[in-house]
T-cell receptor, first 115, second 115 residues
Framework: GAGVSQSPSNKVTEKGKDVELRCDPI?????LYWYRQSLGQGLEFLIY????????KSGLPSDRFSAERTGGSVSTLTIQRTQQEDSAVYLC?????????????FGPGTRLLVL | AQSVTQLDSHVSVSEGTPVLLRCNYS??????LFWYVQHPNKGLQLLLK??????LVKGINGFEAEFKKSETSFHLTKPSAHMSDAAEYFC?????????????FGQGTTLQVKP
């Protein structure tokens, strides 16, 4: 079956521009997660959705970052006024539930480069 | 707070020899532990997970890991390395406290397999 998909696969933007990253989770998965993978920081949690609500936004690095999920499915991560330190691979994952023991299935990521 | 330490940033083995990737964790709760693999320019794939059942966990591609509570370790092993095993490996613990499924990643171990 279809896995988690993300778009775009690559994004190059200029400092100060806004970007939107999209995640399509596995159909029926209620939990959705965003992570960021960068050379300096490794893999870091950003935000988690249960349905359309986000009980845990603790990993968002600044108020320039926001995310939403609609219809319990697609999620969009928005970065406003991008900075060079935002350059990273943004990974989305989904799972059948929010239980800690559930396997999270990861998408291929969006590679963001801020010039 | 939960944390994960991968004791080696880089491991090099010869094809056909055993693989050992070391991981120690810290957790205030009964953790769920995972090993994920990331091949170059590919997404994260689950190798195996421990969720308080059997302490010896078998995963895909001949990998296994043993949960040792007394040593707070979850080392990944494989009896015989294959060239296709060359990749980045991540030891992961779930956040645990509120059971949100938020994952905490180790810094990763790069496995090199020499012919």
């Amino acid at each position: 079956g279809a896995g988690v998909s993300q778009s775009p696969s690559n994004k190059v933007t200029e400092k100060g521009k806004d970007v939107e990253l999209r995640c399509d989770p596995i159909s029926g998965h209620t939990a959705l997660y965003w992570y960021r993978q960068s050379l300096g920081q490794g893999l870091e949690f950003l935000i988690y959705f249960q349905g359309n609500s986000a009980p845990d936004k603790s990993g968002l690095p600044s108020d320039r970052f926001s995310a939403e999920r609609t219809g319990g499915s697609v999620s969009t991560l928005t970065i406003q006024r991008t900075q060079q330190e935002d350059s990273a691979v943004y990974l989305c994952a989904s799972s059948d539930s929010w239980r800690g023991s559930e396997t999270q299935y990861f998408g291929p990521g969006t590679r963001l480069l801020v010039l | 707070a939960q944390s994960v330490t991968q004791l080696d940033s880089h491991v090099s083995v010869s094809e056909g020899t055993p693989v050992l990737l070391r991981c120690n964790y810290s957790s205030s709760y009964s953790p769920s532990l995972f090993w994920y693999v990331q091949h170059p320019n590919k997404g994260l794939q689950l190798l195996l997970k421990y969720t308080s059942a059997a302490t010896l966990v078998k995963g895909i591609n001949g990998f296994e890991a043993e949960f040792k509570k007394s040593e707070t370790s979850f080392h990944l092993t494989k009896p015989s390395a294959h060239m296709s095993d060359a990749a980045e490996y991540f030891c992961v613990v779930n956040h645990g406290s509120s059971n949100t499924g938020k994952l905490i990643f180790g810094q990763g171990t790069t496995l090199q397999v020499k012919p």
